[in-house]
């Protein structure tokens, strides 16, 4: 199980700053870490949504960024300074410079990518290292040890609920426990606005061919089946997820493209559909994906 790293306390992350500590706060702190700076008041109606939506963002970040709140009526100096005409109003300061900011109440997706471009800006990472820890469970995963990048993924997810990434690490690593009923009830749990992602559809994809692999049949008769008549599609169809249960994707993609070539309409295109639901199990870049999609293209465009 990997360390995902601590984040600094609340108190460290998001300050009440005054004119008396701003220099230290907000621009030499922004020497070593991006600032941003909330101008508010106690009176704004937007200010209380923006700010805790801000600090949220801030936290998330885990440290890449940290956050001082000014109240500019006890602080109308820095505000007048900072040309703050109204509220709320938001700086980001770098290197002892404001570097970016924005007016008004903002959706939290403009939130999010406001922290993330004043962290790149700095030369961070807004993903307060889950991408090192996203990486690290997959190799985990390649690795054989399942449940510890069950656990990691699980991890991430309590420090980010809208990673795809760990969303679909998670279903995978049960899947390769052949856990496909706890795999399910992750995917089940995925946002809805992540549900198209690549990484949620190569897990169901996954999820399927796992449950079919339940019900394949021996692949040596399967194949003497289809030998004895090579014009039994379901013979062949039957043969190709056999194969794939036993781990031989290549060659259940050659039997699918067979069947493809001689019946594609067959089974309401049974041949396509597994095709692709194979390619989508697959990383992009595997061998039997891209030599599987060309055939399948220069048969379907022929």
């Known amino acids: 199980m990997?360390?995902?790293?601590?984040?600094?306390?609340?108190?460290?992350?998001?300050?009440?700053?005054?004119?008396?500590?701003?220099?230290?706060?907000?621009v030499e702190m922004s020497q070593t870490v991006p600032?941003?700076?909330?101008f508010w008041a106690p009176w704004c109606g937007p200010c209380k949504t923006l700010g805790p939506a801000l600090e949220a963002a801030v936290t998330k970040a885990r440290g890449a960024v940290r956050m001082a709140k000014v109240n500019v009526d006890e602080n109308q100096m820095i505000a007048g300074q900072l040309r703050v005409q109204s509220i709320p109003t938001v700086y980001a300061f770098w290197q002892g410079q404001p570097v970016d900011g924005f007016q008004g109440a903002v959706p939290p997706s403009e939130i999010d990518a406001f922290v993330e471009r004043v962290v790149k800006t700095a030369g961070g990472d807004a993903s307060g290292g889950l991408d090192d820890?996203?990486?690290?469970?997959?190799?985990?995963?390649?690795?054989g040890a399942a449940s510890d990048a069950a656990q990691t993924f699980a991890?991430?997810?309590e420090e980010d609920p809208q990673n795809a990434a760990a969303y679909g690490g998670m279903a995978r690593a049960?899947?390769?426990?052949?856990?496909?009923?706890?795999?399910?009830?992750?995917?089940?749990?995925v946002p809805a606005e992540l549900s198209n992602s690549p990484e949620i559809?190569?897990?169901?994809?996954?999820?399927?061919?796992?449950?079919?692999?339940?019900?394949?049949?021996?692949?040596?008769?399967l194949r003497a089946a289809v030998e004895a008549n090579p014009e039994d599609n379901q013979a062949r169809?039957?043969?190709?997820?056999?194969?794939?249960?036993?781990?031989d994707a290549e060659a259940a993609v050659e039997e699918l493209l067979t069947l493809f070539r001689r019946d594609r309409e067959w089974n309401d295109g049974a041949a396509k559909q597994q095709l692709f639901t194979i390619f989508d199990a697959l990383k992009p870049n595997d061998p039997v994906v891209l030599n599987g999609r060309r055939k399948l293209s220069s048969m379907i465009f022929a």
């Open 133 to 143: 820890a996203i990486a690290a469970a997959e190799e985990m995963l390649d690795a």
């Open 174 to 189: 049960y899947i390769a426990l052949d856990d496909a009923d706890q795999a399910e009830a992750v995917l089940n749990g």
């Open 155 to 157: 991890a991430i997810l």
């Open 35 to 38: 600032v941003i700076v909330d």
């Open 201 to 221: 559809e190569a897990a169901h994809a996954q999820l399927a061919l796992l449950r079919q692999a339940a019900d394949a049949g021996p692949v040596a008769e």
């Open 237 to 247: 169809f039957d043969l190709a997820q056999a194969l794939h249960a036993s781990g």
């Open 2 to 26: 990997i360390e995902l790293g601590t984040t600094p306390p609340a108190d460290d992350l998001i300050k009440d700053v005054s004119e008396a500590d701003f220099m230290a706060e907000v």
